[in-house]
């Protein structure tokens, strides 16, 4: 497809377990990003790559969250000895080059339940 | 840091009732400033960006203002499929790069 695509698109797991969350941004996109968004709320940024820069990590909330951009395209957000309260959507988006306008395309998000 | 409130948290309308959102923020240097609608249970899906104060963007029944301290939305004639969650986000800095902030939305519901 044409879109960004997240797996899966929903995951149930025990605490303590870890998960891997897998975005394919639009081809030819530079930028990619993770956001979180609990329920009711707004998106929560975790993590952003732009081509080949080291990525802003600023908004990963522990270091049970970690993230990787294979190759300038896939990226994993992977979540370490899970709790409860990282129980949320998690959506990934991606972005033109730089210079082109500044819209977020966004996938359609991995629900992860943490029991 | 940058920041972005959107008001009312929830809206009710009859179908045809016009009205507003609003999204007020707070920011340094502002690269630009977007809509988004997010249907349940989909990812956002993007609207409009603004750039800078007085620009106006107009799509359909929606248009989306801009002053140097807040955004509105204005639905014109609502439709029951108008109803969704629509969120505000702002980018700052010197170039097209890097996070964008977002408000913890609107949510519209159109009767018919």
């Known amino acids: 497809g044409a879109g960004v695509s997240q797996s899966p698109s929903n995951k149930v797991t025990e605490k303590g377990k870890d998960v891997e969350l897998r975005c394919d941004p639009i081809?030819?996109?530079?930028?990619l990003y993770w956001y979180r968004q609990s329920l009711g709320q707004g998106l929560e940024f975790l993590i952003y790559?732009?081509?080949?820069?080291?990525?802003?990590k600023s908004g990963l909330p522990s270091d049970r969250f970690s993230a990787e951009r294979t190759g300038g395209s896939v990226s994993t957000l992977t979540i370490q000895r899970t709790q409860q309260e990282d129980s949320a959507v998690y959506l990934c988006?991606?972005?033109?080059?730089?210079?082109?306008?500044?819209?977020?395309?966004f996938g359609e998000g991995s629900r992860l339940t943490v029991l | 840091e940058d920041q972005v409130t959107q008001s009312p948290e929830a809206l009710r309308l009859q179908e045809g009732e016009s009205s507003s959102l609003n999204c007020s923020y707070t920011?340094?240097?502002?690269?630009?400033l977007f809509w988004y609608r997010q249907d349940p249970g989909k990812g956002p899906e993007f609207l409009f960006t603004l750039y800078s104060a007085g620009e106006e963007k107009e799509k359909e029944r929606l248009k989306a203002t801009l002053t140097k301290k807040e955004s509105f939305l204005h639905i014109t004639a609502p439709k029951p499929e108008d109803s969704a969650t629509y969120l505000c986000a702002v980018q700052a800095g010197k170039t097209n790069a890097g996070k964008s902030t977002f408000g913890d939305g609107t949510t519209l519901t159109v009767k018919p």
């Open positions: 988006a991606s972005r033109p080059r730089p210079g082109a306008n500044g819209e977020l395309f």
């Open positions: 081809s030819g996109h530079t930028a």
């Open positions: 920011v340094s240097g502002l690269r630009g």
């Open positions: 790559f732009q081509g080949n820069s080291a990525p802003d």
